[in-house]
Each structure stands twice: as structure tokens, then as C-alpha cells.
Antibody, heavy 121, light 110 residues
């Protein structure tokens, strides 16, 4: 069974940093691209960042470019999102999601339960 | 312009057929596949439709997707109370070189 479990969310002050993690299980992690999608309170979904299976290709939304870094450790089946210079605009539930790959890409076929990032002084 | 436009709300009665639209442009829907996600209240999104009209295993055939030009639609037939959720369309956008989500449509089953 495919499982994605996020962690690392919490309360951070404006200008602060936070690292999110997503532990994957139930599939061959290195064979799949992965992404982060966020959802601000009461708002819609926003594609934040993505990374290829081997980590060689990455994507960032303009809203986070230069402040966030996506990475993965395939030996640990874990995806990361290092977030810096956080503002209240970054406050959201952050979902880790698996790219379905192949002809299905760039759909996200499995999602974690999400981790809440609160930015407040 | 890199925007996918959905109606903010839709509604129907049990058993009815409801259609949710998603309007984009050549750089997204026009040139790329459309995806649909269902988000039940308080839960993570669920993969509903891929490549315009394909259903992942486990998704009932009451859900169907279509695309024409720069617009796409999600149809839900035989509406049930458990279909009450937010629905999002998504597509790759060539200008952004990333995935674009629509603003979402809240479906209410009356």
C-alpha cells in the first residue's frame, strides 16, 4: 500500500525557516517524481515544487523560487522541502504527492495527509 | 495568461447529472492533458481523472472527463451525497513550465 507521511510543520515567525519531510513507503521511491502542493486556509490548491526520481530535475513556483529548496534522499525514501524567508503568504497545509509517471504524468496519484505551516509572530 | 477558471460552486440533487467546467488557454489545456481531483471536507485531494478522460482504478464510472480546445469538463452522473466535495482541474502550463490548478468548484448535493 502506497503511503506518504508528512512531518515538520508547525509555527514559525515571519522571516523564519522550516524543513518539511515526507516519508514514502509501499512503492519504489526512486522511480517516481514527487511534488509539494499547498493549500492556504479556505483556499485552493497551489503547485509549489517538484523533483524528478533521481533528483536531477527540480521545479519551483514563482512564489517560492529562491526561498524554498526541494530535495530527496532515495536511500531513506524521503522527500524534503526546505523553506526560508517565510511570510504569512506561505501559511498553508503542505501536501506531499507522488507523480503518477509515464503517460499519466504530471498527475498526482497519491497524496499525504498534509502538514500545517503557520507563520505568525 | 496562465489561469484555469472554474465556477466557484455547483449543485444538484441525488441522481442528477452535474457538469463542472474548467476554462484555460492554449498554453495549458490547449496543449496538454487535463487532470481532475476531488477533495472531500477535511481530507487530502484524491486523484479522479487523468489524461483528460481516464479514470484511475477504483474511481466509479459515474465520473467522466472530457476536453475540447482550451476547455475541459468533469461530469458526475447519478449524483450521491458522498460526492459533495471540492473539485479541482489541473494542467501543465507551458509558459509556467509547471502544473496549474483551477480555483476549485464546491459541489453541493441538495
Amino acid at each position: 500500500e502506497v503511503q506518504l507521511v508528512e512531518s515538520g510543520g508547525g509555527l514559525v515567525q515571519p522571516g523564519g525557516s522550516l524543513r518539511l519531510s515526507c516519508k514514502a513507503s509501499g512503492f519504489s521511491f526512486s522511480n517516481y517524481g514527487m511534488g509539494w502542493v499547498r493549500q492556504a486556509p479556505g483556499k485552493g490548491l497551489e503547485y509549489v515544487s517538484a523533483i524528478s526520481g533521481n533528483g536531477g530535475s527540480t521545479y519551483y513556483a514563482n512564489s517560492v523560487k529562491g526561498r524554498f529548496t526541494i530535495s530527496r534522499d532515495n536511500s531513506k525514501n524521503t522527500l524534503y522541502l526546505q523553506m526560508g524567508s517565510l511570510t504569512t503568504e506561505d501559511m498553508a497545509v503542505y501536501y506531499c504527492a507522488r507523480d503518477c509517471g509515464g503517460d499519466c504524468s504530471p498527475g498526482f496519484d497519491y497524496w499525504g495527509q498534509g502538514t500545517l505551516v503557520t507563520v505568525s509572530s | 495568461q496562465s489561469v484555469l477558471t472554474q465556477p466557484p460552486s455547483a449543485s444538484g440533487t441525488p441522481g442528477q447529472r452535474v457538469i463542472i467546467s474548467c476554462s484555460g488557454s492554449r498554453s495549458n489545456i490547449g496543449n496538454n492533458y487535463v487532470y481532475w481531483y476531488q477533495q472531500l471536507p477535511g481530507t487530502a485531494p484524491k486523484f479522479l481523472i487523468y489524461r483528460n478522460d481516464q479514470r484511475p482504478s477504483g474511481v466509479p464510472d459515474r465520473f467522466s472527463g472530457s476536453k475540447s480546445g482550451t476547455s475541459a469538463s468533469l461530469a458526475i452522473s447519478g449524483l450521491r451525497s458522498e460526492d459533495e466535495a471540492d473539485y479541482y482541474c489541473a494542467a501543465w502550463d507551458d509558459s509556467l513550465s509547471g502544473v496549474l490548478f483551477g480555483g476549485g468548484t464546491r459541489l453541493t448535493v441538495l
